[in-house]
């Protein structure tokens, strides 16, 4: 996964947060990227889980499932909070991610059909890192205390997000040597 991914941008890290950061205007503006960024990273996962279930790779599935589902639950925790009817349009002229999308989805070049869930939770641990550093930047560089305070909030919550990760791959066995050996592999036909 590249930094561009994380959201850290490539070349002048600060510089690129502070640009995003400044643009992030009130604390209003800011939980729209936070919705945004939950929603996407629901929508990723059910799709990841769509390709393992593609490959047969079930538990992987499952595994991408059940993280879609907290992402989704994260996502409608902040609409209740910001009492908001409905999910939020995302803001004027759209979203200024350093890269091409937020922070916390993933690549489906980091997949592999023979993955493992210590694979799938390398990657959520990327993710939530990636909204963690992102957070951490708004609350360094934006230019309203508000947004400051309430992005170092989220970038605190975030960083427990990163350690529950961190404990569940404690206890996730880690992949044998050649796990993505495969003695049948796919074939395309003519």
Do not use: C
């Amino acid at each position: 996964m590249s930094d561009d991914k994380l959201g850290l941008g490539v070349g002048s890290v600060r510089t690129g947060a502070a640009a995003v950061a400044a643009g992030i205007g009130d604390v209003e503006e800011l939980m729209v990227y936070a919705y945004a960024m939950e929603a996407e990273a629901a929508e990723r996962y059910a799709e990841f889980a769509d390709a393992m279930e593609t490959h047969n790779n079930l538990e992987v599935a499952e595994l991408f499932r059940k993280l879609s589902r907290i992402e989704h639950i994260h996502a409608q925790q902040i609409v209740e909070s910001m009492n908001w009817n409905e999910p939020p349009p995302p803001p004027p002229g759209g979203f200024r991610w350093l890269g091409l999308e937020g922070p916390e989805s993933g690549d489906h070049a980091d997949l592999h059909y023979l993955m493992q869930p210590y694979h799938a939770l390398q990657l959520a641990l990327r993710n939530e890192q990636g909204a963690q550093l992102f957070y951490a930047a708004v609350a360094r560089d934006a230019g309203d205390e508000k947004v400051r305070a309430e992005a170092a909030e989220m970038a605190a919550e975030e960083g427990e997000h990163v350690i529950l990760i961190q404990q569940w791959l404690e206890r996730t066995a880690k992949p044998e040597p050649g796990w993505a050996r495969d003695d049948d592999p796919p074939m395309l036909g003519d």
